[in-house]
């Protein structure tokens, strides 16, 4: 069982920057791909970036390349999301998520989640 805990949501203006931190529980973080969602009104949940177990391979999606980086700190069981440059479009619920496994089938890459955190609130005022 691994509990998730974010924190580092908040109120920015666009063109602002925050961090988001995802703390896990649990002996076995370092053995989990980990990711971030995010979740706006009225809209489906959406995959924002996942990091490999070891820290070495990670993927954002195109909205957020650029903007954001996923990293993560296996000592101290926290992965991470910074997020710059930031635009209205982006506030959203932001979801941790451990145990993520990708399956690509064409252009489509869809995600199968072992856990969940509970979210955090981003808000990026205009």
């Known amino acids: 069982q691994v509990q998730l805990v974010e924190s580092g949501g908040g109120l920015v203006q666009a063109g602002g920057s925050l961090r988001l931190s995802c703390a896990a529980s649990?002996?076995?973080?370092?053995?989990?791909?980990m990711a971030w969602f995010r979740q706006a009104p009225g809209k489906e949940r959406e995959f924002v970036a996942r990091?490999?177990?070891?820290?070495?391979?990670?993927r954002h999606a195109g909205s957020v390349k650029g903007r954001f980086t996923i990293s993560r700190d296996n000592a101290k069981n926290t992965v991470y999301l910074q997020m710059n440059s930031l635009k209205p479009e982006d506030t959203a619920v932001y979801y941790c998520?451990?145990?993520?496994?990708?399956?690509?089938?064409?252009?489509?890459?869809?995600?199968?989640?072992?856990?969940w955190g509970q979210g955090t609130q981003v808000t990026v005022s205009s």
């Open positions: 998520a451990a145990g993520v496994t990708a399956q690509s089938t064409g252009d489509m890459t869809s995600y199968r989640v072992d856990y």
């Open positions: 649990g002996r076995t973080f370092s053995s989990y791909a």
């Open positions: 990091i490999s177990s070891s820290g070495v391979v990670t």
